[in-house]
């Protein structure tokens, strides 16, 4: 029988992340993507490209412009026979889905039922890696006592400086409208796993990037902040004096997760992934090193509102993972996370 893998927004930064690291380990890679980004942010958003390259790049690349909220969802399950589903179609941004919650909400928590059904119904022995959010801990993580240092908080508490661990309480928070969607995803994926005893895993993201990314102002922090700097966009800052902190990981290191995933399936497990504490960086840090990089002074402006829901300093816990998983570990510093972005970024204008 072949072997198939199912990567949901494979048009999308880590769905074609994961579709390029996957394709010689599976006999045929199967991708769902309808565009809806284009949707979502307007013609940046545009993945249709990436979707063309992977094909002419990859024999066994097979994409389908499907909705995965749509029917044909349960048409393709009966069709192949998965062995794998990674998920990452979804509506992403944070600000955004205030805009727009009922299609958020749709996307992101029904979007996932339709798969997670489909597969109980056809190949219940897959493994489900879904790619969640550290959003689901709403503004939670803020409670942990900070410091405030000369370009970046950080945690007070020795205790807290290994980063935020899935111990931390999903409730009774400020989450953002996204947070909702994406929680009700991330239990649907786990009760899938707990309840029905499939193979599934949710992966808490962090800043999740990599050169591939169409970033956009409300979604993809490090590579829209290179294309304003390279581009001279006026970029603006939300709150917290620039000091807020996020952890940073390349897609490559997320698709070396999954593979692990793969290979040691959990029933309903969740894992906080991100960059950790070595590949975190703050706002005002972040635009030093990119104006370091390019010799391009960032063209930024001040909004005292920071934006619903966000954290002030997040950096993942990765023990969870290393302990799970122990020949993983993050292979990409930041600093190559950034000459990488600005290269592709670079490479565009020419
Ligand atoms: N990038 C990050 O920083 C980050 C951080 C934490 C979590 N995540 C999660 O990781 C996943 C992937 O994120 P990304 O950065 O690659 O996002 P992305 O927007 O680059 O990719 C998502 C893809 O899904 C497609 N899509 C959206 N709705 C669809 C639908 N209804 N049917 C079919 N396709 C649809 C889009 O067209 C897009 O190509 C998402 O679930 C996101 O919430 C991302």
């Known amino acids: 029988m072949k072997k198939k893998l199912l990567i949901t927004g494979s048009g999308g930064l880590i769905g074609s992340a994961m579709v390029e690291y996957f394709c010689t380990q599976f006999d045929e890679v199967h991708g769902i993507d309808n565009n809806m980004r284009e949707e979502f942010f307007g013609p940046n958003g545009d993945t249709t490209s990436t979707q063309k390259r992977l094909k002419e790049t990859y024999k066994n690349f097979i994409p389908h412009l499907i909705d995965i909220r749509d029917k044909e969802i349960e048409s393709l399950f009966k069709e192949h026979h998965f062995s794998a589903i990674v998920h990452c179609a979804a509506q992403p941004s944070h600000d955004l889905a205030a805009k727009i919650p009922i299609l958020d909400f749709s996307v992101n928590a029904n979007g996932t039922l339709n798969l997670l059904e489909s597969m109980r119904q056809h190949c219940s022995d ?11 801990y709403g503004d939670q993580p803020n409670l942990l006592p900070l410091i405030e240092l000369k370009t970046r908080y950080e945690y007070k508490n020795l205790i807290d400086q290994s980063g935020v661990k899935e111990s931390m309480s999903i409730d009774q928070c400020v989450h953002s409208l996204f947070g909702v969607s994406k929680i009700a995803a991330d239990l649907l994926v786990q009760e899938y796993g707990r309840n029905f005893g499939l193979n599934t895993s949710c992966l808490r993201g962090g800043c999740l990037t990599g050169p591939q990314h169409k970033g956009v102002e409300l979604h993809g922090f490090l590579s829209y902040l290179v294309k304003a700097n390279t581009q001279k966009i006026p970029y603006t800052i939300f709150g917290y004096k620039g000091k807020q902190v996020r952890d940073n990981i390349h897609s490559l290191d997320v698709a070396k997760l999954v593979e692990q995933i793969f290979i040691k399936p959990n029933k309903g497990e969740v894992f906080n992934v991100g960059g950790g504490k070595s590949n975190s960086c703050s706002m005002i840090e972040a635009m030093h090193m990119i104006e370091e990089l390019s ?11 920071a934006r619903v829901g966000d954290h002030i300093c997040y950096y993942s816990d990765l023990n969870k993972i290393k302990k799970h998983y122990p020949s993983w570990d993050i292979s990409v510093p930041l600093d190559k996370i950034f000459e990488e972005i600005y290269l592709q970024s670079i490479k565009k204008l020419v």
Do not use: P, R, W
Not at 126 to 136: G, I, R
Not at 295 to 305: A, P, T, V, W
């Open 295 to 305: 010799g391009i002074k960032m063209d930024s402006s001040y909004s005292e509102q």
């Open 126 to 136: 897959a493994t489900f890696v879904y790619l969640s959010t550290n959003k689901v």
